[in-house]
């Protein structure tokens, strides 16, 4: 009995960690597209990714997402403003 919950507790955990990585890609894939769009080009978007910003406390942008799980919530203001052309 004790055997099969203990399996039971580590096929699920493997399932938690397998959604959360799935989860985790599909989020950064989403925030590389969305920053390109913004920048024009993956050169660019790439730089801008991995530059320490003052609007960040000098981490980068892709410190920060990866802090929030690779969401873009935390970067929009900041990609909006550069969308709009109030800052480069």
Known sequence: MASDTLGHL????????????????????KLVDRVVDVFGDEIAASKWLSTPNADFDQKSPLQVARDDAYQTT????????IEHGVYF
């Open 74 to 81: 935390s970067l929009e203001p900041v990609l909006i403003k």
């Open 10 to 29: 580590l096929r699920t955990n493997s399932l938690a960690k397998t959604n959360d990585v799935e989860q985790h890609f599909s989020n950064y894939s």
